[in-house]
């Protein structure tokens, strides 16, 4: 059964019962006390949310007030009782009726109100014990259906000082009405002080009014139009890079950060706006556009700001829900000047408050974003502005002050208020703490600081190159954090480094397969043939010389004796496609291919002349030492083809200074080098590298498993007891699999573990350390084009907490995370990662424009020759200077290893005759595994049990709203919801 056809049969259900609207009684202003009035739109929305989320303070409305002075406490609760009296809406409940929420005047109620005596504690307590008291008052939950939906607390602290805890449902109050509080409650509370009995004007309408009227207004088409032309096509959801994964329920939880502006840059700002003929609000919303631009790398930001829907005058007077929401929607694109982005935000401003009439509830109804249940439909980020106004008087003998408080919520996962007071601006983050840490938000709002002061200097500056990160930011990512200079001893050729062993331990096991093993003598021997026997075919150095072998000795010597010959290997995995393999040899030229007898017949119509190992072994007659002139650190050593978008395979030219870095740094990093390796990858792939070179250059010894070891985990453990393997470095999926079907009893050997090619999750992270706990594990991340490693991280049982980091860089390597724009990003905000140093080649085998895109100008080093690697991954740094990996700027993919362009594929199909456009998706197992999860969780889930029980109390479009929010059921969760 489809979502459609489940909701069709919801509908049906209900059709029965029509709009109760219309049964509402027409002269609402006789509505005689006791009978219902409908709720408004806003009303309606938080009601609903109140359903979903009974004990969830987030839709409280709070003000704390300090009194200093005489406070006759007597009198303030009379006062408030006054004021009860004057506003229905302070008597009201919400009731449902025949399908209906409905809201319901009582002819009376009492104050709820307490009040606590804390002088007796110590002084220098009493401030906090106050504070918590007022979180305890502001966070109860107030239950709609019953009242009173406001509540007092009143905290004495000394007899010369109060705290007023006004905690309220937002449903019957905002931001207005809190005003209109105060200064009611300054003027009875005089009144009544001084004797006499207050007498304020009597009110015209009652809020029951207004939202009748709100509900029989028809709405302009011109505004929906407008909106739906404005909020046209995808909207963005904003991507703040976030400290903890977002969960699949959101708390609501949350906190503020309050920051001063200096009145020196508050003047400047006042200027700036005036002259750029609009406001501080339109002026500090564009500011934060573009800081969440720059945090984001979005273009399309959709920000949403509150305003008092208060036209008529009869309103004005009136306590209750009057607000409504306007999307700002701004497109960043370009990269314009500040200025001019002000224009169009300014202009965006005024569109949106010309067409204001239209319900923030109905414009979801007729958008139909996509939603999830854990964020806000349309916008995630909330900008609000207000000028403070001076506290009403409550008399000569008493003061009133008046601060934000903190009392733990955050309806969205960001909001920025301006508060903007006599001489200075006060910028107040309010954000989620189920998303962010306190000190995200400390540098956020430096960072906003950092950009606003950027703005005075140079308001014309294009918006990608506002300063954001203040000068310790900048010198911590350029120099601190790439501090990796290591000096080695000079080497010209990896070769060197394993002849070396040759001569110091020449009968030590180097390498084994499954059928035979070989000393470092002999396999310089057999390399040394296999040299001689390329020489007499009189190749260059720098020649490509395709190497087509299984996993296995002849592999090794392959690869040895052709960098002996001053050659570079380019290997050719013979479970490829014979296409595949015949175009990296055309692309390559290489004239030669070495194979093993067994993948001999593998090649039928190809211009390069094969030799088989097996035979130049038998034949070549002599095995002394080969001398290879001319052959330095800038000579090729391989060329390793990857995925390429153009629908062709890449060449990677990798020399033997690139690798011999990649060795060396290993030395510089590991503790100890490797007795036993055991090489999982395929030749193909560059992480072989780390197994065959790490392991000769340190005098270890090389184990090549059988083919297709890998899918058998019994025989792979077997494998690691019987040669006492200590080393190894396999894909996370693979070693997760070796952990979980593997017998660790046969694993006692190993010492380090290395895991890279694809992101190492914190649940691999529990399962290792829960197994293996005394085995060091590795996460290493690099690109091929970077020579096979450039950061590492040593895991440890702390880090399945969070994302698994990659790490810092390695020696002599250079990271940097930058914008679109090649900027740096702010700490945590996601970049492309770039990528300097030794081991970067220099560009791609005959690909000069793409070579050009990829390897760029190195602009933080002052060798102009000096060259970064875009790597197109995506990254962070966290605030400890650990990188995290935050998958692909593109469309690559990893699929048990293999680096895929997904356009290689589209490429290749559309060139089909028949085909005339194609898509190619990867259909992740993980999804599924995701999703078998949350239905776990929704079954389980309280939340779910509430949602049912909502279904049926309400009216169809509002079901269908509900089932709309809950997108991320899938169509079997549903059938679980109708279930009777
Ligand atoms: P390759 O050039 O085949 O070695 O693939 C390099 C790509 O694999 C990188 O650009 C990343 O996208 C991915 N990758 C490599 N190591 C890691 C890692 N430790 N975590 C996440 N992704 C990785
Ligand atoms: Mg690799």
Known sequence: MTKNS????????????????????????????????????????????????????????????????????????????KIIERHDILRTTFLFKNDLGVQHVSSQMELEHSFFDISDQALNLRESIALDLALEISRQPFDLSKGPLFRIGIIQLTDREHFLVLSMHHIISDKWSMRILREELALIYQTLNSGLSPSLPKLEIQYADYAYL??????????????????????????????????????????????????????????????????????????????????????????????????????????????????????????????????????????????KDTPFENLVKHLKPDRYISTNP????????????????????????????????????LTLYISEEEDTIKTIFEYSTDLFEPETIERMQAHFKTMLEGIINDPDQRISRLPILSKNELKQQIVDWNDTEVTFPKIETIHEMIEGHVIRIPNETAVIDKDSQLTYTELDQKANRIAQHLQTLHVTP???????????????????????????????????????????????????????????????????????????????PSDTTILTENIGSDNLAYIIYTSGSTGRPKGVPVTHSNLIHSINARFDYYPDSPENFLLLSSLSFDSSIVGIFWTLSTGGCLVLPEFR???????????????????TLLLPSLYSLLLQHGDAERMTSLKTIIVA????????????????????????????????????????????????????????????????????????????IFIGGAGVVKEYFNLQSLSTNRFVQNVFSTD??????????????????????????????????????????????????????????????DEKTSEDSWSKTIIEDKQTQQIIQLLQLLEPDQAEQLIESVETISENQLEYLFKD
């Open 6 to 81: 489940i909701l069709e049969r919801w509908l049906n259900r209900k059709k029965t019962t029509d709009t109760k609207l219309n049964a509402v009684p027409k002269h609402i202003k006789d509505l005689p006390i006791g009978e219902s009035a409908p709720l408004s739109y806003g009303q309606q929305r938080l009601w609903f949310l109140q359903q979903l989320f009974p004990q969830n303070p987030f839709y409280h409305y709070v003000d704390v007030l300090r009194f200093k002075g005489i406070l006759n406490v007597d009198v303030l609760t009379q006062s408030f009782q």
């Open 214 to 355: 709100q509900r029989a207004k028809e709405i302009d088409s011109i505004h929906l139009d407008y909106w739906k032309s404005k909020l046209n096509g995808e909207l963005s959801i904003l991507n703040l890079p976030t400290d903890h994964p977002r969960p699949t329920h959101a708390s609501y939880n949350g906190s503020l950060i309050t920051k001063e502006l200096s009145t020196e840059l508050t003047n400047k700002l006042r200027i700036l706006a005036k002259n750029s003929n609009t406001t501080l609000f339109v002026l500090l919303l564009s500011a934060f556009k573009v800081m969440l631009y720059r945090y984001t790398n979005q273009e399309d930001i959709l920000i949403g700001t509150p305003f008092a829907n208060r036209d008529e005058v009869e309103l004005e007077k009136l306590v209750g829900f009057f607000n409504e929401t306007l999307v700002l929607r701004s497109d960043l694109s370009g990269d314009p000047s500040f200025t001019s982005l002000v224009q169009k935000v300014r202009q965006t401003v005024l569109d949106a408050f010309s067409h």
């Open 378 to 413: 349309l916008f995630q980020g909330m900008f609000l502005y207000h000028k403070v106004e001076p506290t009403p008087s409550f008399g000569d003998q008493l003061m009133l002050e008046h601060e934000p408080f903190d009392f733990g919520v955050s309806k969205f996962d």
């Open 542 to 620: 720098n020649t490509p010389i395709g190497l087509c072998c299984q996993r296995s000795i002849e592999m090794v010597i392959g690869i040895f004796g052709i960098l002996k010959a001053g050659c570079a290997y380019v290997p050719l995995d013979p479970d490829y496609p014979i296409d595949r393999l015949q175009w990296m040899l055309d692309d390559s030229k290489a004239p030669i291919v070495l194979t093993q007898s067994q993948t001999a017949d593998i090649f039928t119509n190809i211009n390069s002349t094969i030799f088989s190992i097996d035979n130049i072994l038998e034949t070549q």
């Open 709 to 727: 070891i890998e899918q058998d985990m019994e025989c792979l453990s077997t494998l690691i007891s019987k040669y006492g393997i200590t080393h």
């Open 757 to 832: 090619g694809e992101s190492c999750t914190s649940t691999l992270c529990k399962l290792h350390f829960g197994i293996l706990p005394n085995v060091n594990l590795y996460n290493e991340y690099g690109p091929t084009e970077a020579t096979v490693w450039c950061t590492v991280h040593h895991l440890s049982k702390e880090d399945a907490k969070r994302t698994i980091p990659i790490g810092k860089p390695i020696a002599n390597t250079q990271i940097y995370v930058l914008d679109q724009n090649h900027q740096l990003v702010p700490q945590g905000a996601t970049g492309e």
């Open 864 to 925: 102009v020759r000096s060259k970064l690697y875009r790597t197109g991954d995506l990254g962070r740094y966290r605030v400890d200077g650990l990188i995290e990996f935050l998958g692909r700027a593109d469309r690559q993919v990893k699929i048990r290893g293999y680096r895929i362009e997904l356009d290689e594929i589209t490429e290749v199909l559309s060139q089909h005759p028949e085909i005339d456009e194609a898509v190619v998706f990867v259909h992740a197992d």
